[in-house]
């Protein structure tokens, strides 16, 4: 096949597979909010929807791996492997559904495939090029993750995680998977926001689609452990939306990488992106504006709280810090660069013979 031809065919499955996702969304939330076929149709719908949304990812993950080589073959393989993950997750979900038609107990086999696969989510977005600072921004980038962990740790604790602590029996093994997702999907979405300043031009759209679908899929997990505690969760909970919209989002990107090599991002270029530089401050906003609404609710804030949040200040102070210092070698390397009088030209002067300017010569004008 002619590389015209396969330009078309990348460009038709970029056109294609994200229409038919959003057409699938759609029906989808659609069957939920109409109840069409009473109770037993929507969990049979929501279901079998659930599961193949989740295969058609991890096949989708699986053949882009084979288009690709290196660190986006491993990338694309392991997320292939944490998609199998939850694909027999929500298999096994809906043999307790439709098959043996009882409530699916915390915990249960689906949930080992659920929680199996966010340390194989998380080590795909690990290996991926894009993840991969060089050594100029190595001390930044590793201040930019603590701070955006720290943030979303701290928003997770908040709503999710402080609430299922207090009120959460930790000697029961249902105890513990419940904390197990929030906790999980804090780590996932760390990994997310992390890799969205590392981006490069090659291979984006299918990176960023994989971070939506991670995202979305990371949202549902809390909202579902938060649920599940509370006794209010259901198959047909419009929370399973947010699960479907994963799976399709990742099976948008794997079908849209075209195998671009996707580098690691250089260390010679002197000026960091808009988004570089903003994204890190965007989850550290989030989680002191929350701070500020719950201390204007006149909320308790415990020891952890309080403790994040100055951890946090802290790491915005070091990274402002350490920006400048990056700028300031970086000016001093172009400087010593272009300017001919530098220390390193002058010596080179000095030492060859006839080419050493007399100090009575320097700035007469000829």
């Known amino acids: 096949m002619s590389t015209d031809m396969q330009d078309l065919d990348r460009r038709r499955t970029e056109i294609t597979v994200p229409v038919v996702a959003s057409s699938v969304v759609l029906v989808f939330f659609l069957w939920l909010a109409l109840h069409v076929g009473g109770s037993r149709g929507v969990v049979d719908f929501d279901d079998t929807v659930t599961a193949l949304a989740a295969l058609s990812a991890a096949v989708a993950c699986l053949f882009a791996g084979l288009r690709q080589q290196g660190a986006g073959r491993r990338f694309w393989m392991l997320l292939a492997l944490a998609l199998g993950a939850w694909t027999c997750a929500e298999v096994i979900w809906g043999v307790?559904?439709?098959?043996?038609?009882?409530?699916?107990?915390?915990?249960?086999?689906?949930?080992?495939?659920?929680?199996?696969?966010?340390?194989?989510?998380?080590?795909?977005?690990?290996?991926?090029?894009?993840?991969?600072?060089?050594?100029r921004h190595r001390g930044r980038a590793t201040l930019d993750g603590l701070a955006i962990g720290l943030a979303v740790l701290l928003v997770s604790w908040t709503f999710v995680l402080g609430p299922l602590w207090r009120q959460t029996d930790l000697t029961t093994a249902g105890g513990i998977v419940a904390l197990a997702y929030p906790f999980g999907d804090v780590l996932i979405m760390f990994l997310i926001i992390l890799s969205i300043p590392s981006m490069e031009a090659a291979g984006r759209s299918a990176l960023l689609w994989v971070l939506v679908g991670l995202s979305a899929m990371a949202v549902s997990d809390s909202i579902y452990a938060y649920l599940v505690e509370v006794g209010r969760y259901s198959t047909g909970n419009f929370v399973d939306i947010g699960w479907v919209v994963g799976y399709l989002a990742i099976?948008?990107?794997?079908?849209?990488?075209?195998?671009?090599?996707?580098?690691?991002?250089?260390?010679?270029?002197?000026?960091?992106?808009?988004?570089?530089?903003?994204?890190?401050?965007?989850?550290?906003?989030?989680?002191?504006?929350?701070?500020?609404?719950?201390?204007?609710?006149?909320?308790?804030?415990?020891?952890?709280?309080?403790?994040?949040?100055f951890g946090l200040a802290l790491l915005v102070i070091a990274r402002q810090a350490l920006a400048l210092l990056d700028r300031h070698k970086e000016q001093a390397s172009q400087l010593d660069e272009y300017d001919p009088w530098a220390a390193d030209g002058r010596s080179s002067l000095e030492h060859a013979p006839g080419l050493a300017p007399s100090p009575e010569s320097v700035g007469r004008p000829s």
């Not at 043996?100 to 929680?115: I, Q």
């Open 251 to 309: 099976a948008v990107g794997a079908s849209g990488d075209g195998g671009q090599v996707v580098r690691a991002p250089s260390d010679a270029s002197a000026e960091a992106s808009l988004l570089s530089l903003v994204t890190p401050y965007i989850p550290v906003l989030l989680a002191l504006s929350v701070v500020t609404v719950e201390l204007e609710l006149h909320h308790q804030m415990d020891r952890f709280s309080w403790l994040t949040s």
């Open 96 to 135: 307790y559904d439709l098959v043996l038609h009882e409530a699916v107990p915390v915990p249960s086999w689906a949930d080992v495939g659920y929680l199996s696969a966010i340390p194989l989510a998380a080590a795909a977005l690990l290996s991926h090029p894009g993840l991969r600072a060089g050594g």
